[in-house]
Nanobody
Framework: QVQLVESGGGSVQAGGSLRLSCAAP????????IGWYRQAPGSQRELVAE???????NSADSVKGRIANSRDNAKNTVYLQMNSLKPEDTAVYYCKTDYQEIDYWGKGTRVTVSS
């Protein structure tokens, strides 16, 4: 079983920055691909970015150039640095992984960007 715990959300003005963290206690972290998803009110959950166990990243077009996705295997943590935030980035952000064909989700952290 994999536990994921997000933190770092908050309220910022447009143009501001936040760094989200996703911690995964246990000894499986280093082999996991971790994805960041978000869900805005009234919208479906969408993939924002993901990082492979080897540190290869990809991101959605809507956030390209504004985010940095990294991982620290020694701390069992993935980070999502978000810059130049826009009101449309407002959502609950979740991290997600799959392990042994089971999907695991965190409970999410809320990001609110005001104009």
């Amino acid at each position: 079983q994999v536990q994921l715990v997000e933190s770092g959300g908050g309220s910022v003005q447009a143009g501001g920055s936040l760094r989200l963290s996703c911690a995964a206690p246990g000894n499986t972290f280093s082999i996991l691909t971790i994805g960041w998803y978000r869900q805005a009110p009234g919208s479906q959950r969408e993939l924002v970015a993901e990082i492979s166990r080897g540190g290869i990243t990809n991101s959605a077009d809507s956030v390209k150039g504004r985010i940095a996705n990294s991982r620290d295997n020694a701390k069992n943590t993935v980070y999502l640095q978000m810059n130049s935030l826009k009101p449309e980035d407002t959502a609950v952000y979740y991290c997600k992984t799959d392990y042994q064909e089971i999907d695991y989700w965190g409970k999410g952290t809320r990001v609110t960007v005001s104009s």
